[in-house]
């Protein structure tokens, strides 16, 4: 069987490792601390206590030939992914994975307005965190070229699902735009990025990119309406941009400063996925069942 291995093993990486030992795979994957790496062994993983933001003290993971997944996250600050820079300073060519799966970000392609966004649109990173998600592309992709190893981006939009509700926001009365006001975006279920992350090891070819959303173009503020209304809720009070400005938190209003409209034809196509669920309201219908709902990934990867 194909080893695997799962950098940043948080919820998504979490639900891929389940399948991939479902499957017979051996799998290893990071974590944080001890405390993350006994929850990791509990699943039935190798874990390695690995802190990307200390390079000194940062063990050397044997990556040759396997299939890596990166989840993990930039730091918090700067541009440039110092985590990342860590990760590829691992990679030579007898430490060489065979293949590395990459969750970037939409947000790469900054503000397009009403354009629609396709995997060929000009990335134009206009915030830090965006910034540092390019410089993780960047990064990986020089490693590929230098290295020989299969690379594709997943340029992935909001993810919800199960345990990944804005409900404790909700229940402190975080405020929207008033939908006149709220920019474009996109979403993607948890339980389809766990397919996609999947499908895409397997049948991506090197130097793919694939934006990744349900294709259902809404806002955020219609989000959390949807959400308060599934789980009786007040709904959430609506303002003004104005308003907004001199009440939201800066990094709120970074979020609400750009509207894309992504496509998400060339994953469908070209991976061959069928989305469980393709828009909101379907996928919201499937939250409440929390982690039963892992089951149905199960029976729908090999499609």
């Given at each position: 069987m194909?080893?695997y291995?799962?950098?940043?093993?948080?919820?998504?990486?979490?639900?891929v490792?389940?399948?991939?030992l479902?499957?017979?795979?051996?799998?290893?994957?990071?974590?944080?601390?001890?405390?993350?790496?006994a929850e990791?062994?509990a699943l039935g993983?190798?874990?390695?206590?690995?802190n990307f933001?200390?390079?000194?003290?940062?063990?050397l993971?044997?990556l040759q030939?396997?299939?890596?997944?990166y989840?993990m996250?930039?730091?918090?600050?700067g541009?440039?992914?110092?985590?990342?820079?860590n990760?590829?300073r691992m990679?030579?060519a007898?430490n060489?994975?065979q293949?590395?799966?990459?969750i970037?970000?939409?947000g790469?392609y900054?503000?397009?307005?009403?354009d629609?966004v396709?995997?060929e649109?000009?990335i134009?990173?206009?915030?830090?965190r965006?910034?540092?998600?390019?410089?993780?592309?960047?990064?990986?992709?020089d490693?590929?070229k230098?290295?020989?190893?299969?690379l594709?981006?997943l340029?992935v939009?909001g993810?919800?699902?199960?345990?990944?509700?804005p409900?404790?926001q909700l229940?402190?009365?975080h405020?929207?735009?008033?939908?006149e006001?709220?920019?474009?975006?996109?979403?993607i279920?948890?339980?389809?990025?766990?397919?996609?992350c999947l499908i895409?090891?397997e049948?991506?070819?090197?130097?793919?990119?694939f934006?990744v959303?349900?294709?259902q173009?809404?806002s955020?503020s219609e989000y959390?309406?949807a959400?308060?209304?599934?789980y009786?809720?007040?709904r959430?009070?609506q303002?003004?941009?104005?308003?907004?400005?001199q009440?939201?938190?800066?990094?709120t209003?970074s979020?609400?400063?750009?509207?894309r409209?992504?496509?998400?034809r060339?994953?469908?196509?070209?991976?061959?996925?069928?989305?469980l669920y393709?828009?909101?309201?379907?996928?919201l219908?499937?939250?409440?069942?929390?982690?039963?709902?892992?089951a149905?990934?199960s029976?729908?990867?090999?499609e």
């Amino acid at each position: 069987m194909m080893d695997y291995t799962i950098i940043g093993c948080g919820d998504i990486g979490k639900r891929v490792a389940r399948e991939l030992l479902n499957q017979g795979h051996k799998v290893q994957a990071t974590a944080h601390d001890a405390e993350g790496a006994a929850e990791l062994l509990a699943l039935g993983l190798t874990p390695i206590v690995a802190n990307f933001d200390c390079r000194d003290d940062l063990p050397l993971l044997l990556l040759q030939r396997q299939r890596v997944y990166y989840f993990m996250p930039p730091q918090g600050g700067g541009s440039i992914d110092a985590r990342m820079a860590n990760f590829c300073r691992m990679l030579n060519a007898d430490n060489c994975p065979q293949r590395i799966v990459y969750i970037s970000t939409s947000g790469v392609y900054g503000d397009c307005g009403g354009d629609l966004v396709t995997e060929e649109t000009p990335i134009n990173p206009q915030t830090s965190r965006a910034k540092r998600r390019a410089s993780a592309e960047s990064q990986l992709c020089d490693q590929a070229k230098e290295l020989g190893f299969d690379l594709i981006i997943l340029r992935v939009t909001g993810i919800y699902g199960p345990g990944r509700l804005p409900l404790a926001q909700l229940h402190k009365g975080h405020q929207v735009l008033r939908p006149e006001d709220s920019p474009v975006t996109n979403r993607i279920h948890s339980l389809d990025l766990v397919r996609i992350c999947l499908i895409a090891m397997e049948r991506g070819e090197a130097g793919d990119i694939f934006n990744v959303c349900d294709g259902q173009h809404s806002s955020m503020s219609e989000y959390f309406t949807a959400v308060a209304d599934l789980y009786d809720l007040p709904r959430p009070q609506q303002l003004t941009w104005d308003e907004a400005q001199q009440i939201m938190n800066p990094l709120t209003l970074s979020f609400l400063q750009e509207s894309r409209r992504m496509t998400n034809r060339h994953m469908l196509e070209k991976l061959g996925i069928r989305l469980l669920y393709p828009t909101l309201e379907e996928g919201l219908a499937i939250c409440r069942q929390g982690d039963q709902a892992q089951a149905i990934v199960s029976k729908s990867t090999d499609e």
